[in-house]
């Protein structure tokens, strides 16, 4: 493993696929023109919209998601994060809310379905039911070995409260941990940070959290903050609350040093 700057993509999707992709590339433009070579779009990056809209439009949001990613990573020579995007699932009228990484051949190196699904009735009034146009995935998510990136996990927003995923990514080597995510502002203020935080700190790994920002449709507000966040805990990077980028060093002494000055993982007593 190398150092390397890596970026979180902060954006303000909406129920318009190719505005978005429009975005999305002016912002890799970005990440990459400042050296990002690992580089991550947030959850649902092609699409924010009404769940009805959402799956109406799925098929065309896998393909062309999916076509823009690996024409992305190829033209910039960078191994990018797909957030999330819906990729219909056969016989259910429902996607999985998944997340693919692609390496610069435009080769995808893994893919994850998200796990938890956001069911909550926020106190601010909306009502979140993700179940009801999304399936579940029932795998783990992957760890990516990469020579030079080091060890990469894959996750997704909700996931975040999840702590025994993690701990399972920790299990397989993670290094570095994506954390794509639209967070409610509501939510968010008080809850994002802290549990990125605590990702990081207690499976000592660096954390790249691509975030939503802004009003995105109807009355959907999301938190922004995309964060870069090292394996001490500290905030290497945040992209506040505009869309633009969190850029960071992943740097694999670092990693080395907060790994033998605070070696929790290997005092783990019920493990
Ligand atoms: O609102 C939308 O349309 C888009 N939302 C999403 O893409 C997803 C699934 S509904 N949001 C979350 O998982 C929020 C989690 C969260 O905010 C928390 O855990 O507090």
Same mark, same amino acid.
């Given at each position: 493993?190398?150092? $390397?700057?890596?970026?979180?993509?902060?954006?303000?999707?909406?129920?318009?696929?190719?505005?978005?992709?429009?975005?999305?590339? @002016?912002?890799?433009?970005?990440?990459?023109?400042?050296?990002? @070579?690992?580089?991550?779009?947030?959850?649902?990056?092609?699409?924010?919209?009404?769940?009805?809209?959402?799956?109406?439009?799925?098929?065309?949001?896998?393909?062309?998601?999916?076509?823009?990613?690996?024409?992305?990573?190829?033209?910039?020579?960078?191994?990018?994060?797909?957030?999330?995007?819906?990729?219909?699932?056969? !016989?259910?009228?429902?996607?999985?809310?998944?997340?693919?990484? *692609?390496?610069?051949?435009?080769?995808?190196?893994?893919? $994850?379905?998200?796990?938890?699904?956001?069911?909550?009735?926020?106190?601010?009034?909306?009502? $979140?039911?993700?179940?009801?146009?999304?399936?579940?995935?029932?795998?783990?998510?992957?760890? #990516?070995?990469?020579?030079?990136?080091? !060890? *990469?996990?894959?996750?997704?927003? #909700?996931?975040?409260?999840?702590?025994?995923? $993690?701990?399972?990514?920790?299990?397989?080597?993670?290094?570095?941990?994506?954390?794509?995510?639209?967070?409610?502002?509501?939510?968010?203020?008080?809850?994002?940070?802290?549990?990125?935080?605590?990702?990081? *700190?207690?499976?000592?790994?660096?954390?790249?959290?691509?975030?939503?920002?802004? !009003?995105? #449709?109807?009355?959907?507000?999301?938190?922004?903050?995309?964060? *870069? =966040?090292?394996?001490?805990?500290? =905030?290497?990077?945040?992209?506040? @609350?505009?869309?633009?980028?969190?850029?960071?060093?992943?740097?694999?002494?670092?990693?080395?040093?907060?790994?033998?000055?605070?070696?929790?993982?290997?005092?783990?007593?019920?493990?």
């Amino acid at each position: 493993m190398k150092s $390397y700057l890596a970026a979180a993509i902060q954006m303000t999707s909406v129920p318009d696929l190719h505005q978005n992709l429009a975005q999305a590339e @002016e912002l890799i433009d970005l990440a990459v023109r400042r050296g990002a @070579e690992l580089v991550g779009l947030p959850e649902n990056f092609s699409f924010m919209g009404e769940e009805k809209d959402k799956l109406n439009q799925a098929e065309a949001i896998a393909t062309e998601s999916e076509q823009f990613l690996k024409k992305m990573a190829q033209r910039f020579q960078v191994t990018i994060l797909g957030g999330s995007f819906p990729v219909p699932v056969d !016989n259910t009228g429902k996607v999985h809310n998944t997340t693919v990484l *692609i390496d610069p051949s435009g080769e995808e190196l893994a893919r $994850y379905h998200k796990v938890h699904l956001f069911d909550v009735n926020v106190p601010d009034g909306n009502t $979140y039911r993700e179940s009801s146009t999304v399936v579940a995935g029932k795998q783990l998510p992957p760890v #990516y070995f990469s020579e030079n990136l080091g !060890n *990469i996990g894959l996750s997704v927003c #909700y996931d975040v409260r999840f702590p025994e995923l $993690y701990r399972h990514l920790s299990d397989k080597g993670v290094d570095v941990i994506f954390v794509p995510a639209a967070f409610t502002a509501f939510t968010g203020k008080d809850h994002w940070q802290v549990l990125l935080q605590a990702r990081a *700190i207690e499976n000592t790994a660096y954390v790249i959290a691509p975030a939503q920002t802004g !009003n995105n #449709y109807s009355r959907r507000l999301t938190h922004g903050h995309a964060v *870069i =966040i090292d394996p001490w805990g500290v =905030i290497l990077a945040d992209a506040g @609350e505009q869309p633009g980028i969190a850029i960071a060093e992943i740097n694999p002494s670092r990693l080395d040093q907060v790994r033998r000055q605070m070696p929790s993982l290997q005092h783990r007593v019920f493990s």
